[in-house]
């Protein structure tokens, strides 16, 4: 079975600060894909990035990236220098092997972000 | 260019109605799913659609049909609402690997 774990359930840090949030998955199979998502309070799911697991270099995007450690089945998510709009749950999330064209999130129970001034 | 669209946003519902959540996409991808969020959880998956003309089931499909209209729009239909189904309701498009949400509908089952 499938499974992706986040250990924090909040988290805080100072503005300008960098801050990881921590997750771990389990899989037996060789091809999956991992990725972050942000919901602020207004609710939506934001997309922030992703990381694949034949991919050679982490994955970055702008102040976000995945410290992806394949034998310690971790994905971390590092943001650089937060901002007040990065307070959020965040949320982890890995794909099954993509078969038929199509693929299938497992979603972690989320860690709440406050980011203080 | 709107992305994923949801209607209603809220809806209220007594035990034992029924109703039908809409989704639709701009986006022109293949694949469309529809997600559950309960307090203190992730999102978890009912229904997916690979294609126009095809869909299976998720992790918690009891209770809840879909139906795939054509490549755009991807409804999730309550037959007979419970309590249980109170929750907020995501549905998603994607390309390939990445997936894109919706705003949200939140439902009220009383």
């Known amino acids: 079975a499938q499974k992706i774990t986040q250990t924090q359930p909040g988290m805080f840090v100072q503005e300008k600060e960098a801050v990881t949030l921590d997750c771990t998955y389990d899989?037996?199979?060789?091809?999956?894909?991992l990725f972050w998502y942000k919901q602020p309070s207004s609710g939506e799911m934001i997309f922030l990035i992703y990381q694949g697991s034949y991919d050679q270099q982490n994955a970055t995007e702008g102040r976000y990236s995945l410290n992806f450690q394949k034998a310690r089945k971790s994905a971390n998510l590092v943001i650089s220098a937060s901002q007040l709009g990065d307070s959020a749950m965040y949320f982890c999330a890995m794909r099954e092997a993509a078969t038929g064209g199509y693929n299938k999130l497992i979603f972690g129970a989320g860690t709440r972000l406050a980011v203080h001034p | 260019n709107a992305g994923v669209t949801q209607t209603p946003k809220f809806q209220v519902l007594k035990t034992g109605q029924s109703m039908t959540l809409q989704c639709a996409q701009d986006?022109?991808?293949?694949?469309m799913y529809w997600y559950r969020q309960d307090p203190g959880m992730g999102l978890r998956l009912i229904y997916y659609?690979?294609?126009?003309?095809?869909?299976d089931k998720g992790e918690v499909p009891n209770g809840y049909n879909v139906s795939r209209l054509n490549k755009r729009e991807f409804s999730l239909r309550l037959e007979s609402a419970a309590p249980s189904q109170t929750s907020v309701y995501f549905c998603?498009?994607?390309?390939?690997?990445?997936?894109?949400f919706g705003p949200g509908t939140r439902l009220t089952v009383t």
């Open positions: 659609s690979a294609s126009e003309g095809t869909t």
């Open positions: 899989t037996s199979d060789p091809s999956y894909g």
């Open positions: 998603a498009s994607s390309p390939r690997d990445e997936q894109y």
């Open positions: 986006m022109n991808h293949n694949s």
